[in-house]
């Protein structure tokens, strides 16, 4: 009975997680790894071939508003952890690309339910 429970609350815990996290997460992750070193370093003058790829590969799955604050939340999550980064170049990156997209300033404290439609 014991032993029936614990199965019932960690398939809880396994499926509330599960709701609350953007599915394709990781993937954008791995997307935008790339871009890395155009927005940490000031002398990359411009982003490579596979970070434009990357970003025009999750724009192009963009849908609606829900999308893009998803997209975002996962980027700043993503970034938590790289250390410091220039996140006035963010925006930069799909004019570098030449890809008629926006992107915001994604830093710490940018609110990512503010993103424009
Ligand atoms: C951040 O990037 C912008 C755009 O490239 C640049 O103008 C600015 O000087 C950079 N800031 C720092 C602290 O490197
Ligand atoms: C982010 O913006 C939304 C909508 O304007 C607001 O409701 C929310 O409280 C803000 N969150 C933070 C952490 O500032």
Redesign the pocket.
Known sequence: MNCLLGFFAIFLVVSMSAMASVPRCPILMHEVRPCLKFIQG?RSRAPSEDCCEGVFDIYKRVKNKLDRVAICSCIKKALSDVGPY?A??IP?IPKKCRLRIILPPIDRKFNCSKVKV
């Open positions: 000031s220039n006035s170049r930069l």
